[in-house]
């Protein structure tokens, strides 16, 4: 086998390799004389027709087989012999395929950057220090409360906090706009979730009344059009509902998975959450400040290749957040790779980076805080034996987790030679902190 490489641009590299043309016309004949043994043509007994017969039926099929199979293999053998890492996979084009004469295919493709690690240490990092207080409990229990809440409708004005169902119908300059007409819509008010005024607007209103109000759409709001407009909005009230919030009981703590609980206990189940989240949103944050560090400090240059699978992962991701795709549905056209561009670079640079630490500082598996990430996630469910077990049997699953805890052990091997700072914090600010930060 004949290899030759040459780099075309940055991480490019197009390869030629060349085959003996006996050794794939040796294959063909093989597989030629095999089929003489099985094949059935009228005319024949089974098993006696003449090779040269099998061969004007079959020869250019087989052929074909087996020079994408040659080709397959020998690109492969190739990389190998030339100690090259293609990252992602080739566009193979043949040059020659006469029969009798060597075979010859271009390989192009891309390759995995050469990183020279930077100093990473004496990185300056900032750890948020915080304990879960009895407000911070209470508060919890009480938007826990918040979410069972029932709605029952009440003969009285509205007021904040009251819940009410509107038909709407927004004009601008006389004429309605896009978006701005609902009918039979239900608004908490206080929640903001209007523009400015229009929640203020309703309240003092009863069941059956009408009102017109005049507002201004913020200067920052997202179409165009509507920007810093005056706009109007008739509305009317079609009814007034009073929240009304859960007992703390029996068939409370049951929504939440906690049975036959009292209030101590259940609070203690809520402490006992509410620590396990602040201790995973400190960490994310230290983790998140590591992962920048280690981007601010490297260049490296990322194959085309990398950066479109993880763009593809990153919204099959997304499409999952929204119940999956449907049939003929142009993910590309709705998600388009834009959306993901930003991110999928800084992943493969992230992962580039952390696996050329991994190698460097010879960094392996901990098989000990693998088995207790699995723990600790099994602990959520009602029988964590049964997690624990399926997660071992799983070899994809455990695959991610073995990932997930090297990456924190690269993390813990990079704050090793870091300052770290500790900051006093709150439950509060920490989880706010961490919660937009997620890689």
Known sequence: MQVSIETTTGLERR????IPAEQVESEVTKRLQEAARTV???????????????????GAGVRQEVIGEVMSRSFYDAIQQEDVRPAGQPAIEPKEMTEGKDVEFVATFEVYPE??????????????????QDADID???DTLRQQQASWSDVERPAAIGDQVNIDFTGTKDGEEFEGGKAEGQKLELGTGSMIPGF????????????????????DDYHSEDLKGAAVEFQVKVNSVAEKTLPELDEEFYSKYGIEGKDEAEFRAEVRKNMERELKNAAKTKVKNQVMDK?????????????????????????????GGAQPNM?????????MFKEQAERRVALGLIVAEIVKAADIKVDSDRVRAMIDEMASTYQEPEEVVNYYYSNQQLLASVESAVLEDQVVDHVL????????????????????????
Not at 41 to 58: E, I, S, T, Y
Request: aromatic share 4%; hydrophobic share 40%; net charge negative.
């Open 15 to 18: 390869m030629t390799v060349g």
């Open 40 to 58: 059935r043509l009228n005319g024949f007994r089974k098993g006696k027709v003449p090779l040269k017969v099998v061969k004007q039926r079959f």
């Open 115 to 132: 990183i020279a690690l930077g100093d990473i240490a004496g990185f300056e990092i900032e750890k948020l220090t915080a304990e879960v």
């Open 139 to 141: 508060k919890m229990i």
């Open 199 to 218: 929640e203020d607007g309703i309240v003092g209103m009863q069941a059956g009344e009408e009102k017109v109000l005049s507002l201004t759409f913020p």
């Open 294 to 322: 280690l981007i601010e400090a490297h260049q490296v240059d990322l194959p085309k290749a990398l950066i479109s699978g993880e763009i593809e992962t990153l919204r099959n991701q997304m499409m999952q957040q929204f």
């Open 330 to 338: 142009d993910l590309k056209s709705l998600l388009p790779d834009d």
């Open 416 to 439: 090793d030679g870091a300052k770290v700072t500790e900051t006093a914090s709150t439950y509060e600010e920490v989880v706010k902190q961490a919660g937009g930060e997620q890689e």
